[in-house]
T-cell receptor, first 113, second 115 residues
Framework: KQEVTQIPAALSVPEGENLVLNCSFT??????LQWFRQDPGKGLTSLLL?????REQTSGRLNASLDKSSGRSTLYIAASQPGDSATYLC????????????FGKGTKLTVNP | NAGVMQNPRHLVRRRGQEARLRCSPM?????VYWYRQLPEEGLKFMVY????????ESGMPKERFSAEFPKEGPSILRIQQVVRGDSAAYFC?????????????FGEGSRLTVL
């Protein structure tokens, strides 16, 4: 059974700092991994999608890496801003069956001005 | 191309009533997933449907919950005789095919409150 863990559960940083969010998964049989952002009371916004054959993806100040063999992904946020404050969710698309996404519980990020 | 549309966005029910949540996938998408998010918890898979077929309902509670995705119209998640523990955000996601490499696109969610 696939399990996804995100560390830390919460993180508070001053504005301008670079930071890393961690995600680990127990089964390397995945098709891809997605990072999402969720604002309080809102839906999910897809940030980055990494295919299992890829090592990293970049979008603006965000960079996500994937090491499938070790079951790890990181989301790097450069020059953080107060508007980055949100919960960041990591999810893996499992192989086989319904090929559903399995989510971690998220990291709640607060960027202080 | 409108995104995944869910309604209602907010729903309040008293214990014992029925809740119906609707999801219209993105245009051209024929695969729908429902997820539930309890307070302070991650999203949990409930059910995966294609048009007129339930493919995987392994995450659905055995009683009171049902889902459908008819040939015409939105996918419906139905909760009968709601209890306080059903209070949660319910999210729908769609994809264009059984795409192993594709993204899932999520709606804004429906937030159910049971009094």
């Amino acid at each position: 059974k696939q399990e996804v863990t995100q560390i830390p559960a919460a993180l508070s940083v001053p504005e301008g700092e670079n930071l890393v969010l961690n995600c680990s998964f127990t089964d390397s049989a995945i098709y891809n991994l997605q990072w999402f952002r969720q604002d309080p009371g809102k839906g999910l916004t897809s940030l980055l999608l990494i295919q299992s054959s890829q090592r990293e993806q970049t979008s603006g100040r965000l960079n996500a890496s994937l090491d499938k063999s070790s079951g790890r992904s990181t989301l790097y946020i450069a020059a953080s801003q107060p508007g980055d404050s949100a919960t960041y969710l990591c999810a893996v698309r499992v192989q086989g069956g319904s090929e559903k996404l399995v989510f971690g519980k998220g990291t709640k990020l607060t960027v202080n001005p | 191309n409108a995104g995944v549309m869910q309604n209602p966005r907010h729903l309040v029910r008293r214990r014992g009533q029925e809740a119906r949540l609707r999801c219209s996938p993105m245009k051209g998408h024929s695969h729908v997933y429902w997820y539930r998010q309890l307070p302070e918890e991650g999203l949990k898979f409930m059910v995966y449907l294609q048009k007129e077929n339930i493919i995987d309902e392994s995450g659905m509670p055995k009683e009171r919950f049902s889902a459908e995705f008819p040939k015409e119209g939105p996918s419906i998640l139905r909760i009968q005789q709601v209890v306080r523990g059903d209070s949660a955000a319910y999210f729908c996601a769609s994809s264009p095919d059984r795409g192993r490499i594709g993204e899932l696109f999520f709606g804004e969610g429906s937030r159910l409150t049971v009094l």
